[in-house]
């Protein structure tokens, strides 16, 4: 049984298709499903933001096959952990939770490098390309610690 997990952001279509990239580019596909959504309906079936398929495709990962959704609540039934880039999404998400079971899955990306300082990952959309590369760094090294968890 593959272990699942799901980045979510606002939109689905910078942040979360980053996070989702990199974290599959480093797991065995044998073993443990990423996907990504968003909590806004926003970008429903499109392709990630060309900046963020520009930053993935520089470091190697191709992610234009990915297509933005939205976070349900069934998906605390499918997914083992929930990785939302920041508080407002953290907050979408927990409000949608039916008990402790499905909070517990939910826990800020960034915490996964710094523990409990819930600190946002920066959206770079309104930014310039500098924003996705740093954005890129952060979710690269925090998708590293997570693989050490697992």
Not at 67 to 86: E, G, N
Not at 91 to 117: G, H, M, S
Request: include cysteine.
């Amino acid at each position: 049984m593959k272990i699942k997990i799901l980045m979510v952001c606002l939109g689905n279509i910078c942040r979360s298709p980053l996070a989702e990239g990199i974290l599959a580019s480093k797991l065995d596909s044998e073993k443990f499903q990423v996907d990504s959504c968003g909590t806004s309906n926003y970008h429903i079936g499109e392709k990630p933001d060309r900046r963020s398929i520009e930053t993935a495709r520089k470091h190697g990962i191709d992610i234009t096959n990915q297509r933005a959704a939205q976070f349900k609540v069934s998906d605390f039934d499918t997914y083992d952990f929930i990785y939302p880039m920041d508080q407002s999404n953290y907050n979408d998400i927990i409000k949608l939770a039916r008990n402790n079971n499905d909070k517990e899955k939910v826990k800020l990306i960034l915490n996964e490098l710094t523990p409990n300082e819930n600190l946002d990952v920066p959206d770079p959309y309104y930014g310039g390309e500098q924003g996705f590369e740093d954005v890129y760094n952060m979710l690269n090294n925090a998708c590293d610690n997570i693989i050490k968890k697992l």
